[in-house]
């Protein structure tokens, strides 16, 4: 977090937001959280789980049934306009107007945040410059590719130079040297100050990018962490290790289960705590050469399968560090 | 300069609307030319001449003209509100201004001012087409100018309340099928409603069309049915009325917010 952001208010807070739809689903069930300014901070959670309708009721698609959420202060239901000039919006689904120009898609924008035109051309040209876009500004929206069209929304939402941006699933079915320049763009204006709310189902990318994270699911948030300490409560880990040779016969090693995923695949599960000099020197001394290795799963997403389901054998906790 | 953001708003919906409709011209402004210019050559030359004068000394031709230049505007500004901001819903578009600072004011002044442009316009072309059939002194030029005004206005409103509650394309074309098409045949375009008896005569009074046909008849020939005033009072309780409807709707996001 950077000096400017000491004595400002929190980026956001969220405070008991509730949602029950006109259907009866209840989609937020008291939803509270804290995001500081300067952030790049994670909302994951599975499908249907309320992230959407948590973005959507802070960007007053939604309208809460309950609670209330704090834009640097500023309240969503109360202050709603001066709350929504602090926000820009990057959704999940493609929500522009397809037949018009990119150029002109921003200009717009920035013209329903009341900046003027002239400042929103030259806006329009930097971010659709930074995101790579410049070549197509001027022609149909519809006919770029999904990647572009992404990229798109994200220099949309940058028209009003938001303090918070929120981005939902912005690298959804994106290739991954586009999601890498999405990246590079978006750590690049976190790093310059802007508090980024990331919510993506590629969890190494949150665990690359973001420095806290709430979990939620089933409308109410079961981890509320930074990225670094919920990381730390993994405390098992398992190691994939390629073999030169087909091994005759496994070693037994204290602390480590080995176990043969075909002829040349072992996989390692070890405690976190465990070096692993102890395995080496098993398999070496077993005549065991290994050729490369590499971490089975993503830490990240292990610990989101491991609290999601302990969340729903344990219906209406939650925990919040 | 301080520029209010609504204002800029405003300025960004209604520029939108209107380069919109440039856009798609061939759309937007020729066909209801081409509709216009079959009528007066159908009711107005071919049917007309065999009718006689009208209403004093005006030719069935000059009679029609105001009622089919305001049938023209109506059904445009309608169509063009209704269309397009139901376009942005289906599209999704419409959540650009829904997630801005804008107010509900300035939305709907926006797309207002888009469907009302669309609708003067293709209400003069009509009016030129009109000249080369037949001749036309404007009595009140600014009686015409404010009927029509008016006029556009009220189903520009109209327009947008339908597409708020629009769910899909076919909704949008039932109002125009089912409600508008009638209450403009029989608001007194083709025919004074002096002509007809009674109990029809007073049950044309309800219907609005007739005042705005009449109001904009008067601006143009002279001769209305109705009180032109009373006509004007009925356009502004329209006007009042539709457009705090489709401010409360915008208020509590129906159709638009979750």
């Known amino acids: 977090m950077s000096a400017a952001h000491t004595d400002s ?25 804290t995001v500081q300014p300067g952030d790049f901070f994670a909302l994951l959670g599975p499908n249907g789980a309320g992230k959407s309708t948590l973005i959507g009721i802070l960007s007053s698609l939604v309208n809460s049934t309950g609670g209330d959420a704090r834009v640097f202060g500023v309240s969503v239901n109360r202050q709603r306009s001066e709350a929504m000039k602090l926000i820009g919006l990057v959704p999940q689904e493609i929500n522009f107007n397809q037949f018009e120009k990119p150029f002109d898609i921003c200009i717009n924008e920035a013209g329903f945040y009341g900046i003027p035109r002239k400042l929103a051309a030259e806006r329009a040209e930097k971010y659709l410059k930074e995101l790579r876009l410049w070549d197509k500004a001027f022609q149909q929206a519809r006919e770029m590719s999904g990647g572009m069209k992404r990229r798109l929304m994200i220099a949309r939402a940058m028209m009003n130079e938001p303090r918070l941006l929120i981005l939902d699933e912005p690298t959804a079915g994106v290739d991954i040297e ?43 948030i079961i981890e509320n962490t930074s990225m670094k300490r919920l990381l730390a409560t993994l405390d098992v880990e398992t190691f994939v290790l390629d073999l030169t040779a087909t091994p005759a016969e496994l070693p037994t090693v204290a602390g480590i289960s080995l176990h043969r995923t075909d002829e040349r695949t072992l996989e390692a599960e070890m405690a976190r705590k465990q070096d692993l000099n102890t395995l080496f020197t098993a398999l070496t001394n077993s005549g065991i050469t290994v050729h490369s290795m590499r971490t089975k799963t993503n830490r990240l997403e292990e610990l989101f399968v491991r609290l999601v389901e302990h969340g729903r054998r344990e219906p209406g906790r939650e925990r919040v560090a | 300069m301080i520029r209010s953001t609504n204002l800029v708003a405003l300025y960004t919906v209604a520029r939108r609307e209107i380069v919109r409709i440039l856009r798609i011209w061939t759309q937007t402004l020729i066909p209801p030319i081409i509709t216009m210019t079959l009528y007066f050559i159908i009711f ?10 009208i209403e004093g000394d005006f030719s069935y031709m000059q009679y029609i003209v105001p009622g ?12 063009n509100i209704s269309s397009s901001f139901y376009g ?21 002044s926006g797309y207002v001012i888009g469907a009302v442009a669309r609708g003067l316009v293709v209400g003069a072309l009509v009016l030129l087409v009109a000249l080369f059939f037949t001749s036309l002194q404007v009595a009140h030029p600014l009686i015409a100018l404010a009927a029509v005004t008016l006029g556009a206005i009220i189903f520009a ?38 002509m007809l008896g009674e109990p029809w005569r007073a049950i044309s009074h309800a219907n609005p069309i007739l005042y705005m046909v009449n109001a904009f008849r008067y601006g143009i020939l002279g001769i209305s049915d109705v009180s032109v005033g009373g006509a004007f009072v009925v356009m502004l309780a329209f006007i009042a009325g539709l457009t705090m409807a489709a401010l409360q709707l915008l208020r509590r996001g129906v159709g638009l917010r979750s």
């Open chain 1, 9 to 33: 208010p929190p980026a956001l807070v969220v405070d008991n937001l509730r949602k029950t739809y006109r259907n009866g689903v209840e989609a937020l069930k008291g939803v509270s959280l």
């Open chain 1, 178 to 220: 586009i999601r890498r320049s999405m990246w590079h763009f978006i750590t690049g204006i976190n790093a310059a100050g802007t508090t980024v709310i990331l919510t993506t189902h590629y969890l190494e990318e949150a665990e690359s990018l973001c420095r806290n994270i709430a979990i939620i699911d089933h409308g109410t």
């Open chain 2, 44 to 53: 107005g030359k071919l049917i007309g001449s065999r009718i006689g004068k």
């Open chain 2, 68 to 79: 089919l230049v305001m049938m023209s505007i109506i059904n445009n500004s309608y169509m």
């Open chain 2, 88 to 108: 942005a819903k289906f599209q999704r578009s419409v959540e650009e201004m829904l997630v801005a600072p804008m107010a509900n004011w300035a939305i709907l």
């Open chain 2, 157 to 194: 409103l109209a327009g947008f309340i339908n597409a708020v509650f629009a769910t899909k394309f076919d909704d949008i074309a039932l109002v125009p099928t089912f409600v508008i098409t009638p209450l403009t045949y029989l608001g007194g375009v083709f025919y004074s409603i002096n």
